[in-house]
């Protein structure tokens, strides 16, 4: 017996649901109020029996993993880790060396968390602290809640009592507290003589810290914990793990710069709200962020607002099908600001977030003529790009027409402007921290699943010792059409023969033979992949194939799931029992495969 199926045979998954859902009893199965869309009829259905739940008004469902993925904002290893717990079922980590160390590292920034909350509360020397408190008028209820704290001003205080406490000078390092001199003899506290803002994740587990200085003589206003085993930037948020029941509640997030924007936003009422702690937003953060909502409030100040860096952060969000709105912020106040100054104000503005769009077209016309041709130009040119971004075609066309209107400048023109600005970002060298979703390596009109078997191919004719890894986890079903079937087919036959010396050309050279169209796309997928991929690593590539895969998946499944949907709709209408029961039982099957995706 698998962990999951002990887990599920262990779990009643209606007493698990009932934790998050009001269910009444509904002859064999159990109905109520689906949590994951508003309606006011139940259509959240939940069988005991077979311990699977289906929503027939919006088609989500599947096992009790599923579930807590969905509620909670879960991956499944983490569903997998709280079930497990709840059940008492004990897990073997895949690689017991390295869970062993992850834990490590977090007991001791747990313990490091706990200590700096401790002198915060008792150490003379955080008089400093809890003035600058005092001053930014942070309650009490607040400095508990995100668990502040205090470094003093001490080479080695932290690496003392964490030592004393029989940790390793070694483990501690690769916690990220402590640094190593010059020489490499010993080693001091990071952070000294700074109030202490613990970075957690969805657990509430610190990871890392942000920690501010005191005093005006510190060189940097904020440093932060490095990237370690248990602390990827890329991937925390400030305050989500006390963010996520409300942002999922609300169906809204509000996002905003800094730690004490975000206590005091969280003060005012608004407990939706996370922090980019003065980073710029990644693709692994909106993600995330989607766990819980796909609609994205924006509090940065002006100034902020207009860095590249944030303007990158609104592109991935809004490729990745997020609803973007920008609360607007007072002339050079920031949320912090504004809430102290007036929280009617803060609330006015959070009420009425203009839509990303509108805000940007406000903006660029407060500035610029439209009845001047340089003030044409230059709003164009602003604003184009940003609608061209937007993957909703009814919406990207609503707003074209809106500028074509302002402007006195004609649709089509407008829409020629942003396929020629797309067609100049294909011959950028690629910038790997932006997902290969915002840089199409086709030139060509072709859907993203199209895009994304050819991209997959591309990297397995250009790297094809990869299919040692992924022969066994490529099916032929997901790649996207025939040609690519063939290419693949062709592909493992011609490798396995190789015997390990695979040789390109002679691969290339049997499809000349054969199979001209072929041979053709080979070499444009070639020519592709050298393009965008150049400069990446080996574990770079294997990244890109895993994504590629896994998208093409998840494709797949939802196709699959879409057809049974409809036959489901036709029993439902029939009132078939059976066929009806059979199909929820595949439905929640593919959802299951979704979910461990």
């Given at each position: 017996m698998?962990?999951?199926?002990?887990?599920?045979?262990?779990?009643?998954?209606?007493?698990?649901?009932?934790?998050?859902?009001?269910?009444?009893?509904?002859g064999?199965?159990?109905k109520?109020?689906?949590p994951?869309?508003?309606?006011?009829?139940?259509?959240?259905?939940?069988?005991?029996?077979?311990?699977?739940?289906?929503?027939?008004?919006?088609?989500?469902?599947?096992?009790?993993f599923?579930?807590?993925?969905?509620?909670?904002?879960?991956?499944f290893?983490?569903a997998?880790?709280?079930?497990?717990?709840?059940a008492?079922?004990?897990?073997?980590?895949?690689?017991p060396k390295?869970?062993?160390?992850?834990?490590k590292?977090?007991?001791?920034n747990?313990?490091?968390?706990?200590?700096?909350?401790?002198?915060l509360?008792t150490?003379?020397?955080?008089?400093?602290?809890?003035?600058?408190?005092?001053?930014?008028?942070?309650?009490?209820?607040?400095?508990?809640?995100?668990?502040?704290?205090?470094?003093?001003?001490?080479?080695?205080?932290?690496?003392r009592?964490?030592?004393k406490?029989?940790?390793?000078?070694k483990?501690?390092?690769d916690?990220?507290l402590?640094?190593?001199?010059k020489?490499?003899?010993s080693?001091?506290?990071?952070?000294?003589n700074?109030?202490?803002?613990?970075?957690?994740?969805?657990?509430?587990?610190?990871?890392?810290?942000?920690?501010r200085?005191?005093?005006?003589?510190?060189?940097a206003?904020?440093?932060?914990?490095p990237?370690?085993?248990?602390?990827?930037?890329?991937?925390?948020?400030?305050?989500?793990?006390?963010?996520?029941?409300?942002?999922r509640?609300?169906?809204?997030?509000?996002?905003?710069?800094?730690?004490?924007?975000?206590?005091?936003?969280?003060?005012?009422?608004?407990?939706?709200?996370?922090?980019?702690?003065?980073?710029?937003l990644t693709?692994?953060?909106?993600?995330?962020?989607?766990?819980?909502?796909d609609?994205?409030?924006?509090?940065?100040?002006?100034?902020?607002?207009?860095?590249?860096?944030?303007?990158?952060?609104?592109?991935?969000?809004?490729a990745?099908?997020?609803?973007?709105?920008i609360?607007?912020?007072?002339e050079?106040?920031?949320?912090?600001e504004?809430?102290?100054?007036?929280?009617?104000?803060?609330?006015?503005?959070?009420k009425n977030?203009?839509?990303?769009?509108?805000?940007?077209?406000?903006q660029?016309?407060?500035?610029?003529?439209?009845?001047?041709?340089?003030?044409?130009?230059?709003?164009?040119?602003?604003?184009?790009?940003?609608?061209g971004?937007?993957?909703?075609?009814?919406?990207?066309?609503h707003?074209?027409k809106?500028?074509?209107?302002?402007?006195?400048?004609?649709?089509n023109?407008?829409?020629?402007?942003?396929?020629?600005?797309?067609?100049?970002?294909y011959?950028?060298?690629?910038?790997k921290?932006?997902?290969?979703r915002?840089?199409?390596?086709?030139?060509?009109?072709k859907?993203r699943?199209s895009?994304?078997?050819?991209?997959?191919?591309?990297?397995?004719?250009?790297?094809?010792?990869?299919?040692?890894?992924?022969e066994?986890?490529?099916?032929?079903?997901?790649?996207?059409?025939?040609?690519?079937v063939?290419?693949?087919?062709?592909?493992?036959?011609?490798?396995k023969?190789?015997?390990?010396?695979?040789d390109?050309?002679?691969?290339?050279?049997?499809?000349?033979?054969?199979n001209?169209q072929?041979?053709?796309?080979c070499?444009?997928?070639?020519?592709?992949?050298?393009?965008d991929?150049f400069d990446?690593?080996?574990?770079?590539?294997?990244?890109?194939?895993?994504?590629?895969?896994?998208?093409?998946?998840?494709?797949?499944?939802l196709?699959?799931?879409?057809?049974?949907?409809?036959?489901?709709?036709?029993?439902?209408?029939?009132?078939?029992?059976?066929?009806?029961?059979?199909?929820?039982?595949?439905?929640?099957?593919l959802?299951?495969?979704l979910?461990?995706?």
């Open positions: 698998t962990n999951t199926d002990e887990i599920k045979s262990k779990l009643d998954i209606v007493e698990v649901i009932k934790e998050y859902v009001k269910l009444e009893q509904a064999h199965n159990f109520g109020l689906c994951f869309h508003n309606e006011k009829t139940p259509s959240f259905s939940v069988s005991q029996d077979r311990g699977f739940w289906h929503c027939f008004g919006c088609s989500e469902g599947g096992d009790v599923s579930f807590i993925m969905k509620i909670e904002g879960l991956d290893k983490e997998l880790k709280m079930l497990a717990k709840r008492g079922v004990e897990l073997v980590p895949e690689n390295q869970a062993n160390l992850k834990n590292l977090l007991d001791i747990e313990l490091a968390k706990k200590f700096y909350a401790h002198l509360k150490a003379p020397q955080a008089k400093i602290a809890n003035d600058y408190l005092r001053k930014r008028q942070v309650s009490p209820e607040s400095i508990e809640n995100f668990e502040l704290g205090f470094a003093p001003n001490s080479w080695d205080t932290l690496l009592f964490l030592l406490r029989g940790y390793k000078q483990d501690i390092f916690a990220g402590i640094v190593q001199k020489g490499g003899a080693y001091y506290d990071r952070f000294r700074r109030l202490m803002f613990p970075i957690n994740n969805l657990h509430g587990q610190a990871v890392g810290f942000s920690a200085a005191l005093e005006k003589t510190d060189t206003k904020y440093i932060n914990s990237q370690t085993d248990v602390y990827n930037k890329s991937e925390v948020l400030y305050g989500l793990d006390k963010a996520k029941q409300a942002s509640k609300n169906n809204a997030i509000i996002l905003v710069e800094g730690q004490m924007d975000l206590i005091s936003v969280h003060e005012a009422g608004d407990k939706n709200a996370v922090a980019t702690s003065g980073t710029a693709l692994e953060q909106v993600k995330i962020l989607k766990r819980y909502s609609n994205l409030l924006l509090a940065f100040d002006s100034d902020v607002a207009g860095q590249n860096a944030v303007k990158r952060g609104i592109d991935i969000a809004l990745e099908g997020m609803n973007i709105k609360i607007d912020l007072e050079d106040k920031d949320p912090d504004l809430i102290k100054s007036d929280i009617n104000k803060w609330k006015n503005a959070v977030a203009q839509s990303i769009l509108n805000y940007y077209f406000v660029t016309f407060k500035k610029l003529d439209p009845s001047k041709i340089e003030d044409k130009k230059s709003s164009a040119k602003i604003l184009l790009p940003v609608i971004k937007i993957p909703n075609l009814i919406e990207q066309n707003y074209l809106k500028l074509s209107e302002i402007l006195d400048v004609s649709e023109i407008l829409r020629e402007s942003i396929e020629k600005s797309k067609k100049k970002s011959n950028k060298i690629p910038d921290k932006v997902s290969q915002l840089k199409n390596a086709s030139t060509e009109k859907d699943v895009q994304m078997g050819e991209q997959l191919i591309g990297l397995l004719l250009k790297y094809p010792k990869n299919l040692d890894y992924f066994a986890q490529l099916h032929l079903e997901v790649l996207p059409n025939k040609e690519l063939k290419i693949y087919q062709e592909l493992i036959n011609f490798y023969n190789s015997q390990g010396s695979f390109f050309n002679l691969f290339l050279g049997h499809f000349k033979e054969s001209e072929l041979f053709n796309l070499q444009t997928l070639l020519l592709l992949v050298e393009k991929f990446f690593s080996e574990k770079e590539i294997k990244q890109q194939i895993t994504e590629n895969l896994t998208d093409l998946k998840k494709e797949y499944i196709k699959q799931k879409k057809i049974l949907e409809k036959e489901l709709q036709e029993s439902e209408k029939t009132g078939e029992d059976k066929i009806t029961d059979e199909l929820l039982l595949r439905v929640s099957e959802d299951k495969k979910m461990e995706l």
